[in-house]
């Protein structure tokens, strides 16, 4: 009942009803007015009748038989001519006395002078039948204002109620068929108009389950069609904006699983939202399933990070995950009505900026420390020197000489430290050349055979069986050759070998330096390239050694596209290689 198409319904029926009513009623007291008048002009013109052809020039004695004779007895219609006292003298239905008696108030009327009509009077007729008359009774008066006699007429009025009464069944029946009508157009209007709405609704609720995808068909242009087709429309944009909003998101997801910070954010009842792959990376976890406090309890942090962090803007942590080293960063965020909605926990590895701080700040402790050691004997010297040492001239040339090689000392220092800053700073300008390495190496084996042989070693150079001509700077690959052939020698006993050869692959010239010696062991290998790292640090400074070498040599081979590589056996020897790249050094490094 609470569908529109019973709405509608209804509201035909109503409307009908109404109508038909009102034009029912219309129609029906039109008829009968209708109707009484023309009866009422039949009983008006009767009594005239009798009055011209019976009363104005006949007599008393004579109306009966006058009335009998001239006038026609109309078909329902009678007529009586009665005394001033209403009794009837004549009469068209009665063909001698007695008379019948009349009560009627237009009778009454009439002796009082006035002629009118009554209806509605119910009585018998001649056969005693029961019958509702319509009567007029007309007074007639003499020249003295006197009612003489009264013509009274009446006529049956059942003819026009029985056909009044045929008139409203047809109405009644009428009213019934156009309810009847009323109804099915009702339902078939109800249809066409419902039957859109309720297309519209079930799309509207398919759409609300996410399927947005659907036109609805336009089967009008009106007011309906129009909504339908607006449906169509919004549906579309609907479309058109989930599809963009769903690309974005995804942008955003790809975004945030490829790079490189790890995000981790929280819900603020401390529920896990998400965690991107960088996180689970970085925590060293296939996924990542805890809430917030197990992430503070797992990862140790307990300085001041809480869910709800009030206004504090964001809080920096660092804790180390296995060998790594994690900085986390808490960020609080706010919904529009500004309150915590969350935590976002951005991570970064700072494990290689951890190393590098870690090197600085060693490579400064480093660098003090040689320079304090050599500082300190320049100084105590001096002091024993002006403490009266001078006097004897041959402690005090002694002890100058100490001072000098100190000075020394700090000067190759500060030589070595220079160098490497400027490797740093990518300020070095090498001077390239094709260098034949046969005829170089020749002339530095001999240029440090004397060195050699003092501690009876066995520097020897094998040449290539062909030329090899590498480009590069000649002071530079010389400073990388002797501080390799310096150190075979500094680092092996007396009467080792030390043997220098050349070999070749497809993209580099390979010339190693192979002693003897007294090997490096496989922990310290990969850090002997490192700044002022000595496997023996006594030793090394006792033969004038900085720590520096290698660190400079590396830079210098790397300067020329080749590398640096050591090879060892700990108590059996090293064989230290520079691998020069066959082909010619990019243009950029041949300008420099
Ligand atoms: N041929 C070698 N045999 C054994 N140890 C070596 C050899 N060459 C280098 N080393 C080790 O590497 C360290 C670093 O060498 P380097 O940088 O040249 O410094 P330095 O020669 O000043 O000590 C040395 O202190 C030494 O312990
Ligand atoms: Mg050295």
């Known amino acids: 009942m609470r569908s529109i198409k019973w709405k509608l319904i209804i509201m035909y029926l109503g409307l009908v009803l109404i109508v038909m009513i009102v034009s029912g009623s219309y129609i029906l007291l039109s008829l009968r007015n209708i109707e009484v008048e023309k009866s009422r002009g039949q009983l008006e013109s009767y009594a005239e009748k009798i009055y011209e052809q019976v009363i104005e020039d006949g007599d008393t004695e004579n109306f009966q038989e006058t009335l009998l004779r001239t006038v ?24 001698k006395e007695p008379y019948p008696l009349y009560t009627d108030q237009a009778i009454v009327a009439a002796m009082n002078g006035t002629s009118s009509f009554s209806s509605g009077k119910k009585s018998t007729d001649s056969f005693a039948l029961l019958k509702e008359w319509m009567s007029y ?37 009428a009213v019934a068929i156009s309810l009847l009508l009323a109804v099915i157009m009702g339902y078939v209007f109800a249809q066409t108009l419902t039957g859109p709405i309720l297309a519209l609704t079930k799309g509207a609720k398919n759409m609300a389950e996410g399927n947005f995808e659907q036109s609805l068909k336009v089967r009008s242009v009106d007011e309906i069609g129009q909504l339908t087709s607006s449906f169509n429309y919004m549906a579309s944009e609907l479309t058109k904006n989930m599809s963009e909003i769903y690309q974005e998101k995804n942008r955003l997801e790809i975004l945030l699983h490829n790079m490189s910070d790890g995000v981790i954010s929280f819900k603020k009842d401390g ?64 919904n529009a009505a500004g309150q915590i909605e969350g935590l976002v926990v951005v991570l970064q590895d700072i494990t290689e900026q951890k190393k590098l701080d870690d090197m600085r700040k060693e490579f400064v402790a ?67 050349a094709e260098i034949e390495m046969n005829e170089f190496l020749s002339l530095t084996v001999k240029q440090n055979k004397i060195h050699a042989e003092a501690k009876r070693q066995d520097l020897t150079f094998e040449p290539y069986r062909e030329m090899v001509v590498v480009h590069g700077d000649r002071d530079r690959v010389g400073q990388v050759v002797n501080n390799i052939v310096t150190n075979a020698m500094k680092y092996s006993l007396e009467q080792a070998s030390i043997k220098i050869y050349i070999t070749e692959d497809d993209t580099y010239y390979k010339i190693c330096v192979k002693d003897t010696g007294m090997g490096i062991a496989r922990e310290d290998l990969p850090r002997i390239f490192e700044r002022f790292y000595r496997v ?46 066959k082909e010619l050094p990019l243009p950029e490094c041949k300008e420099v």
């Open 137 to 173: 009774a007309a007074s007639i008066k003499g020249t003295d204002e006197e009612v003489n006699y009264i013509i009274y007429t009446r006529l049956d009025a059942g003819d026009m109620r029985t056909s009044l009464d045929q008139t409203t069944k047809t109405i009644i029946i």
């Open 271 to 334: 529920e896990l939202m998400l965690a991107n792959t960088a996180a689970t990376e970085m925590l060293g976890v296939d996924k990542i399933e805890m809430d917030f406090s197990d992430f503070i309890r797992t990862y140790d942090i307990n300085s001041g990070v809480y869910l709800d962090m009030g206004n504090e803007p964001s809080k920096k942590v660092t804790f180390p995950v296995g060998k790594q080293f994690i900085n986390a960063t808490f960020t609080p965020y706010y």
């Open 536 to 581: 023996d640090k006594a030793r090394s400074r006792a033969m004038g050694g900085t720590g520096l070498g290698l660190a400079i040599a590396k830079e210098i081979m790397e300067s020329h596209r080749g590398r640096l590589t050591a090879e060892s056996e700990y108590g059996k020897g090293t064989t230290m290689t520079m691998w020069f790249p």
């Open 366 to 432: 480093n660098v003090s420390h040689e320079l304090r050691t050599p500082l300190t004997t320049v100084k105590s010297y001096t002091e024993t020197l002006m403490d009266g040492a001078m006097e004897d001239k041959e402690i005090a040339m002694e002890f100058l000489g100490i001072i000098d090689s100190e000075a020394d000392r700090m000067a190759f220092l500060v030589r070595d430290l220079l160098q490497l800053s400027r490797f740093d700073n990518k300020q070095v300008h090498l001077d390239m």
């Open 72 to 95: 026609p007895n109309a078909v329902g219609i009678q007529g009586n001519i009665l005394d001033a006292n209403g009794n009837t003298i004549a009469s068209t239905t009665v063909l």
